[in-house]
C-alpha cells in the first residue's frame, strides 16, 4: 500500500517534443506529491510538486495533472530539450509520517537532439 | 544557494567494518533524512530526525544503523558492520519543516567488499 508505481522505465523523446510520465498510488493517506530529477552521479532534486487540493501545475515547461479519484498523476514536459536527459522520479509523502518520501521506480529520460 | 553536503563522496570499505558518512544540512533546516539508492534502483527511504531523535524509520534500517547530530552543524549516519548488500548510494537530505521539499545532497557511494 505504500508503494508508487512508476511508468515508463525509460522514454526516448525528439527535441521538442512531449514527455509524459506517470505514477500511481494506493495510499489515499499521501498528500504531497514531488518529482525530482537526477542526473549521473548527482543527488535527486526537486523538479514541481503537487498537493491533492489542485489537479493541476505549471511551472515552465513543467506541468503536473493530479487526478485523486484515480490516485494516479503525471509530468509532463512540453517542448524537450537534450538538457532534460535525465531520470526522473516520482514521490509521495505523508505529512504526519514523518514525511518520508517513497520514490517511484524511477524513468530514464533521453531527448534526441 | 544553500545546499546539502555530504562527505566522502565514495567509501570503500571492507565487509564487517563500520562507516560513518557526514552530512552538513541546509543551516536552517531542522529534519534530516537518510536515502539510499541502489545501482540502478529507486530511493529508499531509511530514517528521518527531528529535534535529536529519529521520527521514522523503515524496515531497511535495522539494528546496524544509527544515525546522530553530534553537533550543530554534522549529522551522521553509521553503519555498524557492513554487508556486502549495503553497497549503495546514500543521500542525506534536509527540510526546513516537517511538511516542506527535502533538498539532497549529492550523495555519498558506499562500495563494501
Known amino acids: 500500500q505504500q508503494q508508487v508505481k512508476q511508468s515508463p522505465q525509460s522514454l526516448i523523446v525528439q527535441k521538442g517534443g512531449i514527455s509524459i510520465i506517470n505514477c500511481a498510488y494506493e495510499n489515499t493517506a499521501f498528500d504531497y506529491f514531488p518529482w525530482y530529477q537526477q542526473f549521473p552521479g548527482k543527488g535527486p532534486a526537486l523538479l514541481i510538486a503537487?498537493?491533492?487540493?489542485?489537479s493541476e501545475k505549471k511551472e515552465g515547461r513543467f506541468t503536473i495533472s493530479f487526478n485523486k479519484s484515480a490516485k494516479q498523476f503525471s509530468l509532463h514536459i512540453m517542448d524537450s530539450q537534450p538538457g532534460d536527459s535525465a531520470t526522473y522520479f516520482c514521490a509521495a509523502s505523508m505529512v504526519y509520517a514523518g514525511n518520508m518520501l517513497t520514490f517511484g521506480g524511477g524513468t530514464r529520460l533521453m531527448v534526441k537532439p | 544557494e544553500p545546499e546539502v553536503t555530504q562527505t566522502p563522496s565514495h567509501q570503500v570499505t571492507q565487509m564487517g567494518q563500520e562507516v560513518i558518512l557526514r552530512c552538513v544540512p541546509i543551516s536552517n533546516h531542522l529534519y534530516f533524512y537518510w536515502y539510499r539508492q541502489i545501482l540502478g534502483q529507486k530511493v529508499e527511504f531509511l530514517v528521518s530526525f527531528y529535534n535529536n531523535e529519529i521520527s521514522e524509520k523503515s524496515e531497511i534500517f535495522d539494528d546496524q544503523f544509527s544515525v546522530e547530530r553530534p553537533d550543530g552543524s554534522n549529522f551522521t549516519l553509521k553503519i555498524r558492520s557492513t554487508k556486502l548488500e549495503d553497497s549503495a548510494m546514500y543521500f542525506c537530505?534536509?527540510?526546513?519543516?516537517?511538511?516542506?521539499?527535502?533538498?539532497f545532497g549529492p550523495g555519498t557511494r558506499l562500495t563494501v567488499l
Open positions: 537530505a534536509s527540510s526546513e519543516s516537517g511538511t516542506d521539499t527535502q533538498y
Open positions: 503537487i498537493r491533492p487540493d489542485v
